[in-house]
């Protein structure tokens, strides 16, 4: 009888979750609210911060350019599937020509894609080319983060040589 009872009252305990009943978390109005690694998650008594222990997820990554061959001044398009479980903050894109200290914010493309425009004028190229390699970062509201750099497929190459123009 006493461990039925035992019994019962820690899995009561344990129930206080599925009943909306929150007593042991932080109050909050926004993911700003929260400590990292936490996030602003909706209770029927209000926010709370709640533990969020996955990060977010980036895949199929491409790189395309707006002019071939990919010129100085054309225009990179990064996309990628961006996701998370929880709460998604957004994602960045970036380049290796500085480094990745520039980044640049992506928009929702829709079906979970989403998407930025980097026009190659705004940075560094040293030399005649290069081969370029975007990397994108997503950030959930928890402040995980995830980057993924573009595969060797997706790394185009930039160049100042303007193809010759043929007159006849």
């Known amino acids: 009888m ?3 009872l035992l019994l019962c009252t820690v899995l009561l305990a344990g129930c206080d979750s599925l009943t909306g009943a929150v007593h042991d978390r932080q109050p909050c109005s926004t993911h700003a609210d929260c400590p990292a ?6 209770t029927g008594s209000g926010g709370v911060c709640w533990v969020d222990s996955a990060p977010p997820t980036v895949g199929a990554l491409t790189v395309t350019c707006s002019t071939s061959p990919c010129l100085r001044d054309a225009t990179l398009t990064v996309e990628a599937a961006v ?3 929880q709460a998604l903050s957004g994602a960045t894109a970036s380049l290796d020509l500085d480094g990745g200290v520039r980044q ?3 928009q929702p493309a829709g079906g979970g894609r989403w ?3 980097l026009d190659l004028s705004g940075w560094p190229l040293a030399g005649l080319g290069a081969t370029v ?3 994108v970062t997503a950030t959930d509201a928890a402040r995980h983060a995830t980057a993924l750099a573009a595969a060797p497929g997706q790394r185009p190459q930039v160049t100042r040589v303007r193809p010759a123009l043929r007159q006849d």
């Open 2 to 4: 006493n461990r039925t």
């Open 37 to 42: 690694g936490l996030y602003c998650a909706s």
């Open 83 to 85: 996701a998370d479980d």
């Open 104 to 106: 640049v914010v992506m």
């Open 115 to 117: 998407r930025a425009a």
């Open 133 to 135: 390699t975007a990397t």
